[in-house]
């Protein structure tokens, strides 16, 4: 799938013609260099490698100097490949916000806010023990029984339990783009994406 690499700015919200009120992302997409060709006579497959967003010279290396070098242009902080451009790019090109339309669907995959180690309430949706009476004292959050006994006499695997959450690579699908802002690299598009602000964040056609 052809796409950009970009950064989350936030959310706002725009009003429809029938004036109803809708939640919305506001993404910085691209301007990205394209940064490496691949071919199927050389790697095996077709796909375009992107750049996006500079990187410090101190914080590059040599080999990664020599890379983007070859490509005309400065280090990188975040280089992605994807597949299917219906254009052609060549090395040093530039693919710009100009590639989505308004109207279209994109799909927005992103690392989510880490919410360190938390309960079976918030990170499984578990409804608690639920009653405060009969003597029960602190257990309106407790997981209760995980069900093992003398047989299987083990807790089985993926048994829903406490633990770290968030901090995991998540899509969001069809997500329409609802505005567009070349002059700015700007795009719009309805709805949440995962991560938190000004984290960087791949959006696909």
């Given at each position: 799938m052809s796409g950009l690499i970009g950064k989350k700015i936030g959310m706002t919200s725009l009003y429809d013609e029938n004036g109803k009120n809708i939640p919305c992302t506001v993404i910085e997409a691209g301007p990205c260099v394209v940064t490496q060709?691949?071919?199927?006579e050389v790697d095996g497959y077709n796909a375009l490698q992107l750049g996006f967003d500079d990187k410090k010279a101190k914080s590059s290396n040599k080999a990664l100097d020599g890379h983007f070098k070859k490509a005309g242009t400065t280090a990188k902080k975040r280089v992605v490949e994807f597949q299917?451009?219906?254009e052609e790019y060549n090395l040093g090109d530039t693919v710009t916000v100009e590639l989505f339309k308004e109207g279209e669907f994109v799909d927005v995959s992103g690392?989510?806010?880490g919410k360190g180690f938390q309960g079976v309430v918030k990170r499984h949706g578990f409804a608690g023990v639920g009653q405060a009476?009969?003597?029960?004292h602190n257990r309106l959050r407790a997981p209760g029984s995980i069900g093992a006994a003398s047989y299987p006499a083990r807790v089985f695997k993926g048994m829903r339990m406490a633990g770290r959450m968030g901090g995991e690579k998540v899509k969001v699908q069809n997500l329409r783009i609802l505005k567009v802002v070349p002059e700015k690299n700007l795009l719009v598009v309805k709805g949440a994406v995962p991560g938190h602000k000004n984290s960087y964040i791949?959006?696909?056609k």
């Open positions: 060709v691949r071919t199927t299917g451009f219906e690392v989510s806010k009476t009969h003597g029960q791949t959006i696909e």
